[in-house]
């Protein structure tokens, strides 16, 4: 499913975090996020998500604004993983990744066969099924994550946001994370939408890189595009190296003595 926004502006009081960003997210592309701190990446990904409503402007969930669906519907094609994830220290793996489940129940809120066949799906698409009866709070970080990335599986949605996914993760997980996002794209064309401020995680995951920069969208397009010496200096402040990664297809920089 496609995402478009049309000259979105979102303000908090009389502070304006977005300023009339415009864009099209096509069916089945990985596009990631990326800016310095306070750019409004979190924000952008709050509207797209209708936590925010915006000052002005609209955005569309394939040909329905956003606004006008309704919310159970959304959480039916539309998946969120946020930053910050509480759940309680008593619940398992399996019964986390069954709350996924919750928009597709009908009245009476329990799980059916194919709800519990789809949670099992989930699970064993995620490489979780050893752990399907272990506490939450007792997993690795990776495997938290992947959990998590679960619950988002068994909603079956089309339309998968990520806010920071390998955030407080070692390298390996954060890896593992991503390179798991890429697999479940390829394989159930999701098309996924994630924030990521390590610049060489976004060249290497993403067919598409969206820049923002002081609360305006400054560049949206494939990864050798848009990583220029220019833009690293003027939006990041460093000086760098790019050089191309053959195995990946795709850039890497690497900075210089500042």
Sequence with gaps: MDIKVDNLSISYSDNEVLRDISFHIKTGEIVTIIGPNGSGKSTLVKALSRCLKPTKGNIF??????????TREIAKKLAVLPQIKNVSSDISVEELVSYGRYPHLSFGGRLTKEDNEIVAWAI???RLADFRKRLVHTLSGGERQRAWIAMSLAQKPQVFILDEPTTYLDISYQLEVLELVKELNCTLGLTVIMVLHDLNQACRYSDRIMVINKGKLCEFDTPDRVIKKSLLRNVFNIDADIYSDETNECPYFIPKKI
């Design 61 to 70: 969930l394939g040909k329905d604004n956003i606004s006008r669906i309704n």
């Design 124 to 126: 064993e698409k995620t």
